[in-house]
């Protein structure tokens, strides 16, 4: 019995100490105290257990063992405001709006901030840190040039010297393909390039939309001067090196004859259209098959590419801002021969492959909704466009095909 009266008290005493609720105070808990001291300057003990004096106010403290310290504080030497003017007014702001307004940084409203203060005007410091040699790099370059003959304007009312047409003369003795392709009957020079996308229909609402994008392909013959432009749209060909070697192929079968057997070939350095295995092959292919005995495949610099094509590019690109709407490859067809004032320059070819290659089914979707705009003669063209093959943005294009002849 006595045995069991104390068990019976045992689990009374867990089951009212289990109840109890603890009480907190926060004001107690050292975190707390430490902090509160901090801000309020009074003396505490910190978390490293060192006594920290009491703030008194001056510009020296006691340490612990009574001796002064100096406090190691930024004396502040001036108050700077900052301002806006809106509408001739001048509103005072803070230092955050100020920055983010005039998209500076902090430590440039710094600088300007000491130069205030010590009564100086910022100054430009950039091209100051030269080498050693450039100033006599420099001197070389322009003694060079004074050493060119010069001629004086008869057009300005000051006195301009220009250089002499002789610096042509020696451009084309250091670089005689042109006149080599001119002068000799076996040698061809060849400039290939692709102008810039040409889009499809010019509808305002179509901004926001996929658009069908026309292609165009710009080969310039440097013996004869012509320039021949194969324009097809997304439905038929892409701008990969298949299409280049293909294009190339169409144009050196049909317009250069069988007796050159040099060609120079000027291109740029766009890897995913000239600057590949795949171009490298085709031309070595022609050498193998012995349509050419040599091929001088020439890649510029970036930045030194500016071939006879872009400009070329660039009248057609004059003629096309001219025109309001343009609905159809057809019309791109029209400007480009109204781009040269010798139409036997310019040629405008559209080519088709043997298989349709398909479109971004997105395009398809957009082009929908806005064919109600299109005029009723270029309906056709668009109706075919809607009736194309499509296919999703994960596809993979499928092999392409030979220009027909």
């Given amino acids: 019995m006595l045995s069991s009266s104390s068990e019976s008290d045992d689990e009374s005493d ?4 289990k109840w109890i609720k603890r009480i907190r ?3 107690l808990y050292k975190r707390n105290i ?3 001291c901090k801000v309020s300057g009074k003396k505490h003990t910190n978390w490293k257990g060192k006594i920290v004096v009491e703030r008194t106010g001056n510009l020296c403290r006691q340490s612990e063992n009574g001796a002064e310290t100096n406090v190691d504080n930024k004396q502040k030497f001036s108050t700077y405001k900052y301002f806006l003017v809106i509408d001739n007014t001048r509103i005072e702001i803070c230092k955050k709006t100020f920055i983010a307004v005039h998209g500076v940084t902090e430590r440039r409203v710094y600088r300007i901030c000491n130069l205030l203060r010590q009564g100086t005007a910022p100054h430009d410091k950039r091209g100051e840190n030269r080498s050693g040699n450039a100033a006599e790099v420099l001197l070389r370059i322009h003694e060079h040039i004074k050493s060119y003959p010069t001629h004086i304007s008869h057009y300005s009312g000051k006195e301009k010297k220009y250089l002499d047409a002789i610096l042509y003369e020696m451009f084309k003795t250091k670089h005689p393909v042109q006149e ?4 000799r009957d076996d040698v061809v020079g060849l400039c290939v390039d692709f102008m810039s996308n040409l889009p499809l229909p010019p509808v305002k609402e179509i901004f926001y939309f996929h658009q069908l994008w026309v292609h165009t392909f710009g080969v310039y013959n440097l013996k004869t001067d012509n320039s021949h432009m194969y ?14 070697g293909s294009l190339l192929r169409d144009y050196i079968e049909k317009n250069i004859p069988g007796d050159f057997k040099e060609l120079y070939l000027f291109s740029d350095n766009c890897g995913g259209q000239n600057k590949n295995h795949t171009v490298l092959r085709f031309l070595a292919a022609l050498t193998d098959s012995g349509r050419f005995d040599k091929i001088h495949h020439c890649l510029p610099l970036r930045g030194h590419s500016f071939l006879p094509c872009n400009r070329d590019f660039s009248r057609v690109k004059r003629v096309i801002r001219k025109a309001d709407q343009i609905f159809s490859p ?3 067809a029209q400007m480009i021969k109204q781009a040269c004032k010798r139409a036997d320059n310019f040629f405008a070819k559209q ?6 290659i398909p479109i971004n089914k997105k395009e398809i979707e957009d082009i929908e909704k806005v064919k109600q705009d299109v005029t009723d003669v270029y309906k056709t063209f668009y109706k075919k466009i809607l009736i194309w093959p499509t296919k999703d943005d994960g596809d993979v294009d499928s092999e392409i095909d030979i220009l027909k002849d």
């Fill in 180 to 183: 080599l392709c001119k002068s």
């Fill in 34 to 36: 430490i902090r509160n």
């Fill in 231 to 244: 324009m097809y749209h997304d439905g038929i060909a892409r701008q990969s090196p298949d299409e280049v």
């Fill in 330 to 332: 057809d019309e791109y």
């Fill in 14 to 17: 867990v089951n009212s100490r």
């Fill in 25 to 27: 105070n926060p004001e």
């Fill in 351 to 356: 080519k088709v492959y043997d298989k349709e």
